[in-house]
């Protein structure tokens, strides 16, 4: 038995932030309902295409395990449809623009009247307030929640980041909001809406930084690279490059082959359990007791030159070896990754993280599986849907309807034309 077992879900979602939620719910077990434009769907199906005439990997790395069905929900016939749905399922998770829900006619009252035990769970840019009504992709949320301005280096322009933490990131809140609402709903019968905002939560992934900015009243933040340098601070929270974030300092630094191989560098931590190790690693003995080097604290002005040093040493070994030779001395390294390697690399296919799927229009495609393991749920990563795949079946066995039923709602145009049979 899966965890979320039994549950339905109707996924009104489309581009990135919510796909990545419902993807992780269908995961988890939950049947996931796609509804789709007829004959365009997701515009991602459509986006970055790589195959011709396949969907993209951007819609189908995004919408794995769930069932598409094709519905105009402004059509008449497609409101009946809608209404059915609700009805049937238990969630309704939606990040149309602002306002897109209520002019179709599904207001939160009106949902709730239709099912008063679903969970509506919406993603919008921005929460109440002067910005609701604005429209949002990841990089203004990478901007608005306080990640841009402090990634990057000091001296150079805000930088957004690869990983996806306004849209993924958001994704995943609200999942966490899902699940939590279907537990209360387990002791009260009811159901309730539940809000992520884009910006909430990339702040909430950088709240270490608004810590700082809070710090800054009380001296300068003595960890970042600056203080070192003797550059003052501003008023606002500083970019401070590749710096550890914590206590615990720490820089990219350059591995054998940097001069061919843009990824051959690696993390390098100095934390304070483990000094003299690296000082031994690096053949600086002495610097384990020497004045001015002995103490965390009093490394922290000379950070530049104690990672010029070991970066004369990593520049010595691979990034593989820095790691072969540290780990064993729990001095915390890491090697940059480039996406080729990570797409290589046979252990994660054995713990499920990357996956080889197959698909009818574009063949095998690797992608990420679901990053978080149950024991007793585990997720087995099946296909995306093709547009309107399940039309006739979701129908048929979600909505009972019979076959006159069927042909009287595809004669009114509200699903398109429904695929005769799934295709395997
Ligand atoms: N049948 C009929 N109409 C449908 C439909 C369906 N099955 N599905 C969607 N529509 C309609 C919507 O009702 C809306 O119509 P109105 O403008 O008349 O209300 C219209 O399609 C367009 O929807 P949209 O405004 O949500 O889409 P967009 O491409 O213009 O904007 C986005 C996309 C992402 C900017 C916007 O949806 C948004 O801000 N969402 C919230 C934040 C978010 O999730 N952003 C992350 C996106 S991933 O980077």
Known sequence: MKALEGVKVLDFTHVQSGPTCTQLLAWFGADVLKVERPGEGDATRKQLIDVPGADSLYFTMLNHNKRSIELNSKNETGKEVLTRLIQECDVLVENFAPGALDRMGFTWERIQEINPRIILASIKGFGPGKYEDCKVYENIAQCAGGSASTTGFRDGPPLVTGAQIGDSGTGLHLCLGIVTALFQREKSGRGQKVSAAMQDSVLNL???????????????????????????????????????????????????????????????????????????????????????????????????????????????????????????????????????????????????????????????????????????????????????????????????????????????????????????
């Open 206 to 424: 950088a709240r270490v930084k608004l810590r700082d900015q809070q710090r800054l009243a009380h001296g300068p933040l003595r960890e970042y690279s600056q203080f070192g340098e003797g550059i003052p601070f501003g008023e606002a929270t500083p970019r401070a490059g590749n710096d550890s974030g914590g206590g615990q300092p720490g820089r990219i630094l350059r591995c054998k082959g940097w001069e061919q191989d843009p990824n051959a560098y690696t993390y390098f931590i100095i934390q304070a359990a483990i000094w003299e190790k690296v000082c031994d690693v690096i053949g600086e003995p002495d610097w384990k007791t020497a004045p001015g080097f002995g103490k965390p604290g009093e490394r922290l002005d000379k950070l530049n030159l104690i990672f010029e040093r070991i970066e004369q040493w990593t520049m010595s070994k691979t990034k593989f070896e820095v790691m072969d030779t540290c780990n064993p001395h729990d001095i915390p390294v890491g090697p940059i990754l480039s996406m080729k390697e990570i797409s290589e690399d046979e252990g994660l296919y054995a713990t499920g993280t990357l996956v080889r799927v197959d698909h009818p229009e574009r063949g095998e495609y690797i992608t990420v599986g679901c990053p978080v393991k149950l024991s007793d749920s585990p997720a087995v990563v099946k296909r995306s849907p093709l547009l309107g795949e399940h039309t006739a079946e979701i129908l048929a066995d979600v909505l009972g309807y019979s076959p006159a039923d069927i042909e009287r709602v595809i004669a009114s145009g509200a699903v398109g034309t429904p695929k005769a049979a799934a295709v395997k």
